[in-house]
């Protein structure tokens, strides 16, 4: 095995060296993971409210194809809100209410107000 053949070889473990402090700094963020995701939530609720907003007047003028394009927008947005809150929930962010509440209320308004008492709760800690 010739000098060129081996370098490679030695260079992996240097790789993974300088990966090893990246999963660590990676660990270290892991505190705000609740923040960061009440925050996605919180912008994901504000933009189907705005949806809502648009949708509700087309639909009491029966314009259709207004209703059907931010309908299709607003059934999409509240599946994200669902998929994103259960997913934090699974990964015990918080606990299994907050989807609940979302479903029941129909997506923005039980998750502006989940996040509310979250953040709540969070800031208290």
Do not use: K, Y
Request: with cysteine; net charge neutral; hydrophobic share 60%.
């Amino acid at each position: 095995m010739s000098n060129s053949e081996r370098q490679p070889a030695a260079a992996a473990p240097a790789a993974g060296a300088a990966a090893a402090p990246a999963a660590a700094a990676a660990a270290a963020l892991e505190p705000d993971e609740p923040e960061r995701q009440l925050t996605m939530v919180r912008r994901l609720a504000i933009v189907d409210v705005l949806l809502l907003a648009v949708l509700v007047p087309c639909s009491l003028a029966n314009l259709e194809i207004p209703v059907a394009i931010f309908g299709a927008l607003h059934g999409g947005l509240f599946l994200t809100l669902v998929t994103v809150v259960g997913a934090g929930a699974s990964e015990r962010l918080w606990s299994w209410w907050f989807p609940v509440v979302i479903v029941v209320t129909g997506g923005a308004v039980g998750a502006l107000a989940g996040e509310r008492v979250l953040a709540r709760r969070l800031s208290a800690r």
